[in-house]
């Protein structure tokens, strides 16, 4: 059985959101940090399908899963 990896720039074409690095870059730079407390599917700038897609990426262990986890990391504050 195959894994199929998805670059981030194909996770936010799939989220309908600008997927070159400029507006990949503002992305993370608008809606970062996103406290440790919050869900990732739960923060308040995804829409209602966007925010269902990342919770069954994760739970379905999708193909998603993994870049999923990166974007979550990609948000999060930097622990000094």
């Known amino acids: 059985m195959s894994q199929t990896f998805h670059p981030f720039s194909e996770l936010f074409a799939q989220l309908g959101l ?29 829409t209602p399908a966007q925010a269902t897609f990342l919770r069954e990426g994760w739970l379905q262990d999708a193909d998603w899963a993994e870049v999923i986890d990166q974007l979550n990391i990609a948000l999060r504050p930097v622990d000094s």
């Open 18 to 46: 600008p997927n070159d690095e400029i507006g990949i870059r503002r992305f993370l730079a608008e809606h970062s940090p996103l406290p440790h407390d919050v869900a990732l599917p739960d923060a308040p700038f995804w």
